[in-house]
């Protein structure tokens, strides 16, 4: 069993910036992807950013441009540089390792509020 444990969360005005970050308890053989999910009060899970060991990402429509995902493969973490944060960005963040064939882990989630 591999363990998520997230970090950076916080509260920033808007136009701030955060980055959160994440690191795996090892390396996961059937990964597909690392990434960060977000739910809001009364609202579903959704993507935020993802990215494979080869850097390929793939961003929810409401972060592009602002947000970035990066990741070490070598230290099993992966980092989302947010910029621009608006209200709206304010979510439960939790970190995910999606895998083949497999269900993804998740991360305890961390709290990122943006006060307007």
């Known amino acids: 069993q591999v363990q998520l444990v997230e970090s950076g969360g916080g509260v920033v005005q808007a136009g701030g910036s955060l980055r959160l970050s994440c690191a795996a308890s090892g390396s996961v053989a059937s990964e597909k992807a690392m990434g960060w999910y977000r739910q809001a009060p009364g609202k579903q899970r959704e993507l935020v950013a993802t990215?494979?060991?080869?850097?390929?990402?793939n961003y929810g429509d409401s972060v592009k441009g602002r947000f970035t995902i990066s990741r070490d493969n070598a230290k099993n973490t992966v980092t989302l540089q947010m910029n621009s944060l608006k209200p709206e960005d304010t979510a439960v963040y939790y970190c995910?390792?999606?895998?083949?064939?497999?269900?993804?882990?998740w991360g305890q989630g961390t709290q990122v509020t943006v006060s307007s």
């Open positions: 995910n390792v999606d895998r083949w064939f497999a269900l993804p882990y």
């Open positions: 990215i494979t060991r080869g850097g390929r990402t």
